[in-house]
């Protein structure tokens, strides 16, 4: 300790980086400051919060690196934590990013939902960020609905569903000319820029002309979609008459805990938000301005960006920043500090008792391992009577799920049980050595014994080092125990938090498998059922479709219902397949 404090007398009053090590000279934390010498020796002062608390009782050594200013040390900050990935900056962790809607640039108009951790890799224009890919899904398929774009990301080689509904000009066959497809692109622009009269009034004409005809099915199809296009559009204006593009970010400290908001405006128009709660492992100032940098260095930077006095000094070299004391950005000012308090108010709890939850489950975990676990990686395969055979990792890191990580795996069918979790594992781990992956403290495989032999044979068949556990069950198929590489039993009692977060991975995994699995059944189920019925063209299958809207609803259907689509011998041969696939 002498040593370390000899050497935060040396420190400088000058901007840069810090980089706290524990005793194995793991970077554990990496934080910037305006003046290192008392941001440093700051750690070592006074009382602190749980978290800083127990920072500090793991830093045995730290490095500074000087830099001209601010705004370098900020850079450096984040690069850094993308290098070293330590434990203690929370706020990195889960490298978040943002869904938006990509406008491809391509002959055909073509929207997808994208993530924004790489820009370059995008060519067309952006629209974004959603708060959640699910708005942003929906918004892709409300613009598939209202303009005949191209559906698929490669183009086949024939006409397919679409085509034949109506929703899709036949890109990949036909010759759709250069001035039709850009004025699709260009309406497509208008609408996500909330320019919706225009689709609106064609929507409503469509739906008169369909009455005028009777045809009360289409009619209400069109005012469904006339209901959509205005509620994706509803106007919030943040100022009349003004289309200005911004954003706002605001904070909020209590106890220790820090709740960070950002508003986005798009066009005048307050399109989504972004939120984060976690412990407070700096001073504010410093934790905000990391986040938003990292922020901006997924997402888009704003045009301008308005943000409290208090980080004006930290984020001005980087960003058009300004602070406001009136008018309407004023208020959104107060609104996204109102919404940190509030998200604070409610989940304050839940992050202690997860901090608990996590502190308990690690003490219990090197217990019994002797050793130090943070990241598990847990596997299982499903099939159904040997066929569509597949496997699923999952991987917990800290104890949480870290769903980036999880794998899925086509097996091969025609081989058992233990030979798919053999051919798993060594796919697997054949990946993690070869390309220098970051291997697990402990794997365990979804069986007892015989499945643990398996996870030893192929571990060692590779000369590493991971330590094997296995989840066996009682008679009712329920996680009852877990057996390490021994064979050594370990109880675990039923209402502990170790049973409660093995039971979820397993489930995790299950579930992430089954879905998996059900995905290749449903695809070979509707090739089998659809497209191999002689008689049964695209035309007509859109007209089944589009009745009696999935497969399975036909399964349920007698003949008679089906013959009021199809002939007599097609809806037969039809109705003979879909009671094989129930049997």
Do not use: W
């Amino acid at each position: 300790m002498n040593a370390l404090k000899e050497k935060l007398a040396t420190l400088p009053k000058k901007p840069g980086v810090y980089l706290h090590k524990d005793k194995d000279g793991t970077v554990i934390y990496v934080g910037k400051a305006i003046n290192l010498f008392n941001r440093v020796n700051s750690y070592f002062r006074g009382a602190h919060d749980y978290k800083t608390t127990k920072l500090v009782s793991n830093i045995v050594d730290f490095d500074s690196i000087v830099t001209k200013s601010e705004k370098e040390a900020l850079i450096l900050e984040y690069n850094l934590i993308k290098e070293y990935d330590p434990k203690f900056n929370i706020v990195f962790k889960d490298d978040k990013s943002y869904p938006y809607i990509l406008l491809k640039e391509a002959k055909e108009p073509y929207v997808s939902v994208v993530r924004m951790k790489k820009k370059s890799r995008y060519k067309g224009k952006l629209y974004g960020p959603f708060p959640d890919v699910g708005a942003a899904r929906n918004m892709v398929e409300l613009i598939n609905k209202l303009y005949p774009t191209r559906k698929c990301e490669t183009l086949k080689k024939d006409l397919c569903l679409y085509y034949h509904m109506g929703q899709c000009l036949g890109y990949c066959k036909l010759n759709v000319p250069e001035e039709e497809s850009n004025k699709i692109k260009n309406d497509i622009i208008d609408f996500l820029n909330g320019e919706n009269r225009e689709i609106i009034n064609s929507l409503k004409g469509k739906m008169n002309e369909a009455v005028d005809r009777l045809d009360y099915e289409n009619a209400a199809y069109y005012r469904d979609l006339i209901a959509d296009v205005k509620q994706t559009n509803l106007k919030q204006d943040v100022q009349k008459n003004n289309r200005e593009s911004f954003d706002v970010f605001n904070y909020y400290v209590e106890d220790g805990y820090i709740a960070i908001t950002g508003l986005f405006v798009k066009n005048g128009r307050l399109l989504s938000s972004d939120k984060f709660i976690d412990y407070l492992v700096s001073d504010p100032e410093n934790f905000v301005s990391s986040y938003i940098y990292r922020f901006y260095e997924i997402n888009d930077k704003p045009k301008k960006l308005y943000i409290p006095q208090s980080l004006m000094g930290y984020l001005s070299e980087v960003y058009d920043c300004a602070t406001v004391s009136r008018g309407y950005k004023y208020q959104l000012l107060k609104q996204a500090k109102t919404n940190c308090i509030e998200s604070l108010k409610q989940n304050k709890k839940i992050i202690t008792g997860k901090e608990d939850y996590k502190v308990q489950l690690s003490d219990e975990f090197e217990r019994i391992f002797g050793r130090k676990i943070d990241r598990i990686e847990l596997f299982d395969n499903s099939h159904t009577g040997g066929q569509n055979t597949v496997g699923a990792m999952v991987v917990y890191k800290d104890y949480r799920p870290s769903k980036k990580d999880y794998r899925l795996y086509k097996l091969d069918d025609s081989a058992d049980d233990l030979s798919s979790m053999r051919e798993m594992l060594y796919r697997r781990y054949f990946r993690v050595l070869k390309d220098g992956l970051e291997k697990p403290d402990l794997l365990i495989v979804d069986g007892a014994r015989i499945q643990i032999d398996v996870a030893k044979e192929i571990i060692s068949s590779l000369n590493m080092d991971i330590t094997i556990a296995g989840l066996g069950k009682d008679d009712h198929h329920n996680t009852s125990y877990m057996m390490d590489a021994e064979y050594q039993i370990i109880d675990i009692q039923k209402d502990s938090n170790m049973f409660f977060f093995l039971t979820n991975m397993q489930d995790e995994v299950h579930r992430f498998a089954i879905t998996y699995h059900k995905k290749l059944r449903q695809k070979a189920m509707y090739k089998s059922v659809l497209d191999d019925i002689p008689g049964l063209g695209p035309k007509t299958r859109m007209i089944l479709l589009r009745k009696f809207k999935t497969i399975s609803n036909l399964k349920t259907l007698p003949l008679e219902e089906l013959e009021t689509v199809l002939n007599h011998n097609v809806a037969l041969t039809l109705y003979n397949k879909l009671r094989e696939e129930n049997a």
